[in-house]
């Protein structure tokens, strides 16, 4: 059985789309809180801070300035311990959304509650496991590939661009561990390898035309928020950045919903082709 590319991206955009109210119930809650955390990071540990330096006869008066005159300082150490756990926040949260919205595709009959979405179970562990596993696996590929690209002199472009194709087909079939993950089944690479047989080149370009699609749509959204942004000058910086920053997670999380659902659509169907033969 050969995957149809376009009629599976297409059923992943209806069904977010025919499903969307979900997206919003499971979705909500770690938006409204990352945007929040994010506001107050932003808000209250600004990355740059200037002073201008005044000299009296035997003291130094230091003053606030717009202009650098003097000295400037980055990032503090407070604002990168701060940005450095809100990235491990944004990734638990994207952890548990994604095991959440593959399960509500894979296993449509299950009673979702909300809060049972955020609490850790042995699948999270698992799926937690599984990404581990892809990125120790892609890596050596791609770090092989790099050294062939760099090897080929003349024909690098050409090797390049099928080093980034065999990347991306490794990927895709081992990203088949996470729907799997997701039902909390272990799958062996031989499994996994098995499952994808013929297949590879048809989930990496329904990854690949899913994130360009996805993409797209992103890129005109945060255009559209960055001009709707300005007309909210008048509401308050605080009001400006929160609202905009929920608008970009909002964005976030929906990009992955159509990710989530592309890739439990062609499990769905691979593993449905595997058990009928």
């Known amino acids: 059985m050969k995957l149809a590319v376009i009629s599976t991206i297409g059923q992943a955009f209806i069904f977010c789309w025919h499903y969307r109210l979900q997206f919003y119930l499971i979705a909500l809650p770690a938006i409204i809180v990352l945007a929040i955390l994010s506001t107050l990071v932003t808000s209250l540990l600004p990355t740059t801070f200037q002073h201008t330096y005044g000299f009296n006869l035997f003291t130094e008066q230091s003053s606030v300035s717009n202009e650098t005159f003097g000295y ?26 994604s095991v959440a919205w593959h399960r509500f595709f894979l296993v449509p009959n299950e009673d979702v509650k909300i809060i049972d979405c955020y609490r850790w179970k042995i699948r999270h562990s698992i799926f937690l496991w599984s990404n581990i596993k892809i990125f120790l696996f892609i890596i050596p590929i791609g770090g092989i590939g790099v050294l062939l690209t760099l090897a080929s002199v003349i024909f690098a472009p050409i090797v390049g661009v099928l080093v980034i194709f065999l990347v991306c087909v490794c990927y895709a079939r081992f990203s088949m561990w996470l729907p799997a993950a997701a039902l909390e ?10 499952l994808t047989r013929g297949n590879g080149r048809q989930l990496a370009a329904i990854l690949i035309l899913t994130a360009i699609t996805s993409g797209i749509l992103d890129v005109l959204a945060k255009g559209l928020i960055a001009y709707a942004s300005l007309s909210l000058g008048t509401v308050g910086v605080l009001t400006q950045s929160l609202l905009t920053n929920f608008a970009l997670y909002l964005i976030t999380y929906a990009v992955t919903a159509l990710g989530i659902s592309a890739l ?12 009928s033969q």
């Open 72 to 97: 400037t300082y980055g990032i503090s150490l407070w604002r990168s311990l701060a940005d450095v756990c809100l990235f491990f926040l944004m990734a638990g949260a994207l952890l548990f959304y």
């Open 185 to 194: 089944q272990k799958m062996t690479m031989k499994e996994v390898l098995v």
């Open 264 to 275: 439990s659509i062609g499990y769905q169907k691979l593993i449905e082709a595997n058990g």
